[in-house]
């Protein structure tokens, strides 16, 4: 695609108001300013009223950033001599109303449709969004409402057991209820029918099982045969659990607790044993006179039946246990989206559902808003919600329905009016897919939703051999499918063709190294990343000082000029040391306290267990954390006694270690009430010898600095009124659950420090991409749910092997469309450059991740200038001369490498396509 087919896409933007488009825009060629450009045309030549106008938005300040740039546009032509005065009035009066118009993000705009209509909508006139914080603060409370009332509902009880003793940590059982919560709709659509059938455990067959193999012992000739030992260890104590299982006449969890332990392969626990069969030796056997075969045959055959049996058994109760559960909490989170509805207290996925709803579904609200706005406006679209999609298709409706006509209900068979839908997006740039963006919904739009799809291809963000690497990776990296989108390549601004800029490079540094641990090599990276700034900036290697143009000022490369790019928080303090040890000033842009670091959340569950002693799923969690260090076994025991944890109920009961323990909750439970917080927290600390036990840990450091936050923000939340526990878990919760950062507003001269995704929308002179060798390819499943969209079906994953039918499955498609997001996370991380981009190639050999074989694969088949890449501690001496002229060079030991792994790529993708 050339500049030409970029220029006349352009004037189509401006000119072609009566046809609706989509407008793929590459990485720095303009979104933003098109978009304004066809507001300003639509104003200016339709005649168009700005308040008929309704322009979507990914957040707030980019609604800002589209108004001024309005604004400055319209008062650019507002000061000429010779504008007629009709023009001159209609500017006018779109400045006077630019700020109240419909230029707003999407979450706004469906707030305005619902209290539009709130009798339609069922929401009370004066509804409240919740915030973030609020919302996790409501679903703290309705949860623990929930597990109080729950204590008679025995189905719930009995699921909620039979997990916790097949190993299933209960904090799991949360998040899911947490992700119902934030997604009832898909929750409503999703049917969890129990029809597992659980085989009987057959004592008998069991015993007679034992007696076999006891009998098939004497036909070992040697005692010492290991299958011989394991064979008479693992009856003795078997033997000793049928017969506990007759005394306890089948008590279900306490069946599931005892087998469980014969079972690692389901539950998933190291500690527990599964039963052995490749042990012994043929020779130490005699032969069985029953089945005429060697007895070591007979003994593993016997053991694996009985490993089988009890894995089915295992495995469907806690199939079942897991069917029933979700059925108690689906019915959760239906309940609670229909008291927020009731009591106007929503949350902001809430009101885009309810407002899709009332377009979709209502004659009269769909065509108040068809005839409110002339046109609709969608920018950053790769980034949509297909909610937002939906809500756009169905307001753009070119024909205005009354009753007597069939509403249409599938947004994807729409027909807008002319040119009033545009929407501009890169799907290229598509990396919000945990924010619930889908990539694939622009490929609908375009198909089905627009007249035609325009391209902008000139990049007037980086120099040209930033331009031509991007292109010659990525158009081999990018393959065509439902879910990933076609590359088009960038172009270099035909204004410059006749003047073209030998200036900037793509550089390469790092090895791959196989004596070293990944931390270790990690170092090694930081190390090399803080010599090569001061390389640049000791040697004064230049730069742009503006945007590309015939006339080129150059000035040097200041700390402010470079941004290092790491995938994830984790790996920024290793390149913030090495920087400090140089004295590079720096800045991490993603500051924040690890709020999912297990400290953290350890403290959090302690302090919820002092504070309400109906919360089991936090007191086993406190339990089980380093204050209390509760084995299974104590836990089990205490249940296997009859005994409650809710510590109140137990006060003053038994001896034993759970106890002991339970007492101290109710302890500080009682304190609570009588004593500040924060010494309620400093002396839980003490008394549990939280900081000395951290100081032999490994990670003591991050630990200690964890234990310290939360005492600092209990400390600085008290310093003006009482604060209660309570206030202080939603204050640490709504930061856990956000994942919120620290803002940081230093603007001094210092290196930039960020993750990938927080690179997003950004440009920087000189770029440092980090990590490649250790990027995660496996998709993010913490919380193992996942959505079905073609079947509409949530699908969840508890355990090991403890999972919804159809789970795994899905899961393989998640893998495919994870590694295609990490494609174009790589895209977008390469294209912030503006003037140099420097890739590190570290990684731990032998073995390679496949972006990264893939990524160097593909630079090295395209002649990528691989003489940069020999492992110097820095770049070039005259960086900022180096020509974007490029050489082949066969490296030999990279080339045997991707010999060696080309196999195992095939592989992978082959399964990841056949899936």
């Known amino acids: 695609m050339n500049s030409k087919i970029d220029s006349q896409s352009r004037i189509q933007i401006r000119n072609n108001l009566n046809s609706s488009y989509y407008v793929e825009a590459g990485a720095g060629t303009g979104k933003t300013t098109v978009l304004v450009d066809r507001i300003v045309s639509l104003i200016l030549k339709n005649k168009t009223p700005i308040n008929k106008i309704a322009a979507i938005t990914f957040n707030r300040s980019a609604a800002k950033n589209i108004k001024d740039k309005i604004r400055t546009s319209l008062e650019s032509i507002l000061i000429k001599d010779d504008i007629p005065n009709e023009v001159q009035k209609n500017i006018e009066k779109s400045l006077h109303e630019l700020e109240t ?7 706004s705009f469906a707030d305005k449709i619902i209290r539009q209509f709130p009798i339609e909508s069922g929401v009370p006139p004066g509804f409240k969004i919740l915030s973030e914080s609020e919302n996790n603060n409501l679903f703290e409370r309705k949860w623990n409402n929930w597990i109080s009332s729950n204590q008679e509902n025995l189905k719930f009880e009995k699921s909620f057991n039979w997990l916790m003793c097949l190993n299933v940590n209960p904090n799991k059982i949360k998040s899911i209820a947490k992700i119902f919560w934030n997604n009832f709709e898909n929750v409503e659509t999703s049917k969890f029918e129990n029809d597992i059938k659980i085989p009987e455990i057959n004592v008998e067959k069991f015993k007679k099982l034992c007696a076999n193999l006891k009998n098939l012992s004497i036909r070992c000739n040697n005692p010492e045969d290991p299958l011989l030992v394991h064979a008479n260890d693992f009856t003795e104590e078997f033997e000793e659990v049928l017969f506990s299982l007759n005394n306890w006449n089948f008590d279900s969890s306490i069946t599931l607790y005892t087998l469980s332990k014969f079972s690692k392969n389901t539950t998933g626990n190291d500690s527990y044993k599964s039963v052995s069969t490749n042990k012994g030796n043929k020779k130490n056997w005699d032969e069985d006179p029953y089945s005429q075969q060697n007895s070591k045959i007979s003994v593993t055959s016997i053991l ?8 089915d058994f295992l495995l469907n109760s806690g199939k079942s246990a897991l069917i029933d559960l979700l059925t108690e909490l689906k019915n959760f989170s239906l309940k609670e989206a229909h008291q927020r509805r009731e009591k106007g207290e929503i949350t902001h996925d809430d009101s885009l559902i309810w407002a899709r709803n009332l377009v979709k579904n209502h004659y009269s609200v769909r065509n108040h808003f068809i005839l409110n706005y002339d046109n609709i406006l969608i920018d950053e679209f790769q980034d949509t ?15 205005i329905k009354d009753k007597s006509t069939k509403l249409e209900t ?20 598509s990396i919000y897919k945990f924010r619930k963006a889908d990539s694939s919904i622009s490929q609908i739009i375009q198909q089905n939703l627009t007249d035609n799809t325009l391209y902008l291809t000139e990049n007037f963000r980086s120099t040209k051999p930033i331009i031509k690497f991007v292109n010659q990776i990525f158009e081999n990296l990018f393959e065509e499918s439902e879910t990933q989108p076609k590359y088009v390549n960038l172009t270099y601004p035909e204004k410059n063709v006749s003047n073209p800029l030998n200036f900037g490079s793509v550089q390469f540094f790092g090895e791959s190294i196989e004596d070293k641990t990944t931390d270790q090599i990690k170092k090694d990276e930081a190390k090399q990343i803080s010599q090569i700034i001061n390389d640049i900036i000791s040697k004064k290697s230049e730069i742009r000082d503006q945007q590309i143009n015939s006339e080129i000022r150059k000035k040097p490369v200041n700390y402010n000029d470079i941004c290092i790019l790491v995938e994830k928080n984790a790996d920024i303090p290793i390149i913030e040391n090495e920087l400090n040890n140089l004295s590079i000033p720096n800045i991490n842009q993603n500051s924040a306290i690890n709020y999912q670091a297990q400290e953290i959340k350890d403290i959090i569950n302690c302090l919820k267990a002092i504070n309400n002693p109906y919360d089991k799923i936090s007191i086993i969690a406190a339990l089980k954390s380093p204050a209390f260090s509760c084995s299974d076994e104590d836990l089990f025991q205490h249940v296997k006694d009859h005994k409650s944890f809710n510590y109140i109920e137990n006060h003053q009961k038994g001896s034993s270690k759970i106890d002991k323990y339970l007492k101290i909750l109710n302890e500080f439970h009682v304190k609570k009430n009588r004593t500040t917080t924060t010494e309620i927290i400093e002396e839980f600390f003490t008394s549990r010898h939280l900081n000395s036990s951290a100081i032999v840990h490994e990670n003591s450091e991050n630990i200690l600095n964890h234990y310290e936050f939360v005492m600092t923000t209990a400390i600085s939340l008290s310093k003006d009124n009482h604060l209660t526990i309570i206030e202080l878990l939603n204050y640490l919760e709504k930061d856990l659950n956000q994942g919120n950062k620290i803002p940081n507003n230093d603007s001094s001269n210092s290196v930039k420090i960020m993750t990938l995704h927080g690179a997003k929308g950004l440009e920087f002179p000189v770029v440092i991409m980090t990590g490649l060798g250790f990027i995660s390819e496996t998709p993010s499943t913490e919380n193992n749910v996942l959505f079905d969209k073609e079947n509409q079906q949530f ?10 039918s159809n789970f795994e499955n899905l899961l393989q498609k998640e893998i495919q469309n994870t590694l295609e997001e990490k ?4 895209y977008v991380s390469a294209t912030r450059a503006k003037d140099f981009l420097i890739i590190s190639l570290f990684k731990k050999g032998p073995r390679t991740k496949l972006l990264y074989h893939l990524f160097t694969n593909t630079a090295q088949k395209q002649n990528v200038d691989w003489d940069k890449i020999e492992f110097a501690s820095s770049i070039p001496e005259n960086v900022s001369e180096i020509s974007d002229e490029t050489t082949s060079f066969d490296q030999e030991s990279i080339l045997k490498e991707f010999e060696i792994l080309n196999k195992r790529q095939k592989k992978l993708l082959e399964k990841l396509s056949s899936e």
């Open 795 to 804: 699908e969840v994953k508890i355990s090991k092997n403890i999972q919804t």
């Open 385 to 399: 919600d297909p909610i937002q999609a939906e809500i756009a298709a169905f307001i753009s409706e070119s024909i």
């Open 823 to 826: 494609i174009r996370l790589l």
């Open 101 to 107: 118009s419909s230029i707003q993000t999407l979450h």
């Open 410 to 429: 599938d947004w994807t068979k729409i027909k807008p009016q002319n040119g009033k839908l545009f929407a501009v997006g890169d799907p290229k740039q």
């Open 304 to 311: 694996s039946e009985i490993q089988s049996a009890i894995d």
